[in-house]
């Protein structure tokens, strides 16, 4: 490892083949990973006499204070090496992709006896194996999934459910299912179903619809006036549900489309998923001009595609990159088949890039505009609430119980008005016993501000939901731990009361430490908007995970009433089957099969439930089909 400024004979020293060189700060943390097919002469650059230009160039002379290198055995394996380092140290020069979402698609094996639709992470190519998507959130997948359903009967219950099933279940009742389960309906049939579903999905939508129209007139004709009735409410669904139009003329292709608006400052990227045809899903990212359009381009690709988010076979970029096969070859290898990479230059893909292109400027408009706004509603908090900064981060906590059960704490995070979930985090209550609110958000908070001083890690401002008693406890916290750089606010929420036989609705109110009186602010005001926003999520945050930790302790208690059977063998049947309903509905050779279970033990499993099953709903449970 050289020290910079290094001597030129230490540069000579470097060797004059493939491989990654690295630039790291006085505490040995990598800055910058770059790739070169001849590494001295690429180092040599940052430090000969011709001036670089670059911003990273200029960043590296000011905070580098080590230099390292890898040697590899050709170009590519640089490249996929250069990957590798930036994906796992993000290291603070280099291009990082910010991109917390997950990708979802639908998956649907055509070669099972009784197909279904699944939400699914990653897309494994498998024979007879159909995927849709993808979709960019799991709300997405689950709203097409939904929009099947209606549609198309088809099963939503797991391999082990079906298979134990004795009689249909509520989705048949309701029509939202054939009733595979027990025979009601022959797999001639239920497959015509799921061919339906695939078209429909393909956005084939004209072809179904006239398809449907004349299996709904054989039935008529039959007298069937049943299934015409049912074929006819289908058909209405399809030309009521917005399916997604198809956006390519002359192609059904899988491709990807990346479009890049560039500013002085900035660059904001679009990618648009076309699958099929028909565009899925789009995502935007912005970054800082630190770098040439190649380069991030060449990063972003690394770092965008991922095992668990392949790439399809093409993707469309607005600008050639003079390793554009260097990184289709890298590509190809994370897909196990062959991806393309063009630059149009006409025709149905240059349409495309040039609406990724103005989509990216739109979303790069609209940011600006969200932003310009909310740094007026931040500077507004500020002075309204007189706080010592502009709340750029703001944190928010609630506790969530049940009768002293089960305590709970959340913490929520946004940032410039965003939520900024990788700092959101969730407490168990570990010093407060029973029902204490007051102390278990004096437990949470000082546990945040011990690590956040600890770690040089605080908010701006940091708000309680409660009123004046929450927020004094927690204050005791701010005095004891010494916090005076943070700003401490308690929003209590709206009620309506009665006085001299009058309803009188009080407005949201904010207290704050030293103020006998609490701050309301225009209840249509945006800056109250906000803060209504931090607390609804810290709600929504912190109720979810006490009823997860609930609903589990409830789940496993339930079958440890059965004699005999213990913490490991209630476990062991969930696992198998599912639920406590799946449990309940198995059939003895099914029982028999798990860990543990015997003929006795399922004698007395199969009393239990038809004599004190009863408690699973006493208990609260909610389970789905």
Not at 86 to 113: C, E, G, M, Q, W
Not at 178 to 196: K, N, R
Not at 307 to 336: G, Y
Not at 523 to 544: K, N, V, Y
Request: aromatic fraction near 8%; charged fraction near 30%; proline fraction near 3%.
């Amino acid at each position: 490892m050289a020290q910079l400024d290094f001597l030129q004979s230490e540069v000579a020293a470097i060797p004059s083949e493939p491989g990654v060189y690295l630039f790291l700060d006085d505490k040995h943390k990598i800055l910058y990973v770059g790739k070169a097919v001849n590494l001295r002469s690429r180092v040599r650059s940052y430090f000969n006499k011709t001036k670089d230009h670059r911003l990273v160039t200029e960043f590296i002379h000011h905070f580098a204070r080590y230099m390292d290198f890898l040697v590899t055995d050709s170009e590519k394996d640089a490249l996929l090496l250069e990957n590798s380092l930036i994906k796992k140290h993000a290291p603070k020069f280099n291009v990082r992709l910010r991109d917390d979402k997950t990708y979802f698609s639908l998956r649907l094996d055509r070669k099972a006896k009784w197909p279904w639709f699944t939400i699914v992470r990653k897309r494994k190519e498998e024979e007879g194996v159909l995927f849709f998507g993808p979709y960019t959130s799991a709300t997405a997948c689950r709203q097409t999934l939904n929009y099947l359903n209606t549609m198309f009967p088809l099963r939503t219950c797991t391999d082990s459910v079906l298979a134990n099933r004795s009689r249909p279940c509520i989705s048949y009742e309701i029509k939202r299912c054939a009733g595979p389960c027990v025979d009601l309906i022959s797999e001639s049939d239920y497959q015509v179903i799921v061919e339906d579903a695939v078209q429909f999905l393909k956005g084939k939508n004209s072809d179904l619809v006239r398809d449907l129209e004349g299996r709904m007139k054989a039935a008529a004709a039959k007298l069937d006036y049943e299934q015409a009735a049912m074929i006819r409410d289908r058909i209405e669904a399809i030309r009521t549900t917005v399916a997604q139009p198809h956006v390519t003329k002359n192609t059904k292709q899988d491709f990807d489309v990346i479009g890049l608006y560039r500013t002085e400052k900035e660059t904001q990227l679009c990618v648009l998923f076309i699958r099929d045809g028909i565009l899925t899903a789009s995502s935007s990212f912005l970054f800082d001009n630190h770098h040439e359009t190649e380069e991030l381009l060449r990063s972003f690709l690394g770092q965008f595609y991922t095992s668990t988010h392949l790439p399809p076979a093409e993707v469309v970029l607005p600008e050639e990159c003079a390793e554009l096969p260097l990184i289709a070859d890298m590509l190809s290898n994370l897909r196990e088949s062959s991806v393309k990479i063009v630059v149009p230059e006409r025709g149905e893909k240059k349409r495309q890039l040039l609406l990724a292109i103005k989509n990216a400027e739109l979303a790069y408009l609209q940011r600006n505009r969200d932003n310009t706004e909310m740094t007026r509603v931040m500077q507004n908090l500020r002075t309204r609430l007189d706080l010592v900064r502009i709340p750029r981060r703001i944190e928010c906590y609630d506790i969530s119980n049940l009768m002293g059960t089960h305590v709970v704490g959340s913490g929520v995070a946004f940032l410039d008005g965003r939520p900024d979930k990788s700092r959101y985090r969730r407490y168990k209550i570990k010093t407060v016993e029973g029902q204490d609110d007051f102390a278990s958000m004096a437990e949470v908070l000082g546990r945040r501000l011990r690590r956040g001083a600890r770690e040089d890690d605080l908010p701006d401002l940091i708000i309680i939901d409660g009123g004046e008693a929450q927020l004094d406890a927690v204050f005791e916290v701010f005095k004891d731990l010494r916090i005076d750089q943070v700003d401490l606010i308690s929003l209590a929420k709206a009620r309506t009361g009665k006085r001299a036989n009058t309803a009188i609705k009080r407005k949201e109110r904010i207290f704050k430490p030293g103020l006998t009186v609490p701050i309301i602010l225009d209840q249509r005001s945006p800056e109250l908007r906000l803060l209504m926003r931090l607390r609804d999520e810290a709600h929504r945050f912190a109720i979810t995970y006490h009823r997860r930790l609930r609903a589990k302790a409830q789940v496993t208690s339930i079958l440890e009433l059965v004699p005999g059977i213990g913490k490991r063998k209630a476990n062991e049947l969930l696992r198998a089957f599912g639920s406590v309903k799946g449990v309940r509905e198995a059939q003895k050779d099914a029982i028999l099969k798990v860990k543990g279970m015997n003929a006795s033990l399922f004698e007395i499993l199969r009393e239990f439930f038809e004599t004190r099953g009863h408690l699973e709903d006493d208990m609260g449970i909610r389970e789905e089909d």
